[in-house]
């Protein structure tokens, strides 16, 4: 068996190119004993996979790649393989696509318990891994990868190196900053107009005839394969979800209303908050809560998005420009820093920095009594002031 899955493994390595490397790479502690990276289908996690594979086969180290997936493994016994490779001096042990294994939390719980070897695995939902039964949170170190940012699709697309930036030094230095990335080559809101349609998603170069089929694809198998291999819905009721995306396109964020939702859709109150949360865990939904703690935050609404404006322009028939800032900026700057929205302005970032995203005319009036307080303006190149180009905030990871 071990044969054979380094038969798939090699045959594998060659079909993937993986020259670069994402944001996430770098930050990875590879010295944990394991390690879980969970994303969105289509975000990279593989490729990671199979770079951190080759950088262990360069080293001398023995180390074995295993998709979950695979036909073949159907009625093999993990643990029974787990324990060959290591008896034939297995080190590292590379696990694609866990959640599609009946029981996975179990068995790595097990791995890491009866093993001396180290594991790194990816699965789709954050959330099922660490609530998982068998209590495996304790033992695996957890990453979030996140689709391309801004800045990624620009150093892939024209063979560059581009730096990133914290929250603080865009605020404190954005003029500057945007200058010197404005100095390169390219035409830096053309390139932003187009990371908004078809950015994302690192597929995207390698199919961009058929970029928003293999995108709607991508929903379809989250939802038919990967929320229901987890045991969060019924094949049944796929369809329930798939239908809830679309009244989510039909919905303004600022104009949540549960009980509409759930008439359109077709789903009880009940029900609805489950598949809202089930879509958030498989990264096609985006949820901002408001800047409140305690009982009334139960009370209170999110604002719900897409995950990102892609699955916007991919998934909705008709997508106004405020939804398209408001995506954007809501999904590269929530996965780096805590987000909300707030009363005065659109967002909060880290309970501090007010927000209010827009288009180039936007001004100040409805946030010029508070403190820390920008404009995230569209369709402007450089900034000035507290003005704050909304291209830039593509450049935070």
């Not at 360069?58 to 016994?77: H, K, M, W």
């Not at 291999?229 to 600022?254: A, H």
């Not at 927000?355 to 450089?382: R, T, W």
């Not at 900034?383 to 905030?393: D, R």
């Amino acid at each position: 068996m071990l044969d054979t899955i380094r038969k798939y493994q090699t045959r594998l390595q060659k079909s993937f190119d993986i020259t670069y490397r994402r944001y996430l790479y770098n930050t990875i502690n590879f010295d944990d004993k394991m390690i879980a990276v969970f994303g969105a289908r289509g975000v990279g996690k593989t490729t990671l996979l199979f770079q951190y594979l080759r950088e262990l086969q360069e080293q001398g180290n023995n180390a074995l790649y295993i998709s979950l997936d695979y036909p073949f493994l159907s009625g093999v016994d993990l643990i029974e393989l787990v324990e060959t490779f290591v008896e034939s001096g297995g080190e590292f042990l590379l696990l694609d696509e866990v959640h599609r294994y009946e029981e996975f939390a179990s068995y790595l719980k097990t791995i890491y318990d009866l093993f001396d070897i180290k594991v790194i695995f990816t699965g789709s939902s954050a959330t099922s891994i660490l609530n998982a039964k068998s209590d495996l949170s304790r033992r695996v170190t957890l990453y979030n990868l996140n689709g391309f940012s801004f800045r990624e699709y620009l150093e892939v697309k024209h063979k560059l190196s581009l730096e990133h930036y914290t929250l603080e030094e865009m605020l404190k230095d954005h003029i500057k900053i945007a200058k010197s990335i404005d100095k390169n080559a390219f035409d830096i809101l053309k390139e932003f107009r187009a990371y908004l349609k078809t950015g994302y998603y690192p597929f995207y170069f390698d199919k961009k005839s058929s970029y928003y089929q293999n995108l709607l694809n991508t929903i379809n198998l989250t939802i038919d394969l990967d929320l229901t291999s987890l045991g969060l819905i019924e094949q049944k009721y796929t369809y329930k979800l798939k239908k809830l995306l679309e009244v989510i396109c039909e919905s303004k964020p600022f104009e949540v209303n549960y009980s509409r939702i759930a008439t359109m859709a077709e789903i009880s109150r009940v029900k609805l908050y489950d598949y809202i949360s089930y879509l958030n865990d498989g990264q096609m939904l985006l949820l901002v809560d408001e800047n409140i703690t305690g009982l009334k935050k139960v009370q209170k609404p999110a604002k719900i998005y897409l995950n990102n404006t892609n699955l916007l322009y991919a998934y909705c028939e008709n997508v106004e420009v405020g939804t398209i800032r408001e995506t954007f900026f809501a999904n590269q700057v929530a996965s780096q820093y805590p987000l909300h929205i707030s009363k005065q302005g659109d967002f909060v970032i880290s309970k501090k920095y007010t927000m209010e995203v827009g288009g180039k005319g936007k001004n100040f009036d409805q946030i010029k009594d508070i403190p820390d307080s920008y404009v995230v303006a569209d369709n402007i190149v450089i900034g000035e002031n507290n003005k704050i180009p909304l291209w830039l905030f593509g450049f935070l990871y």
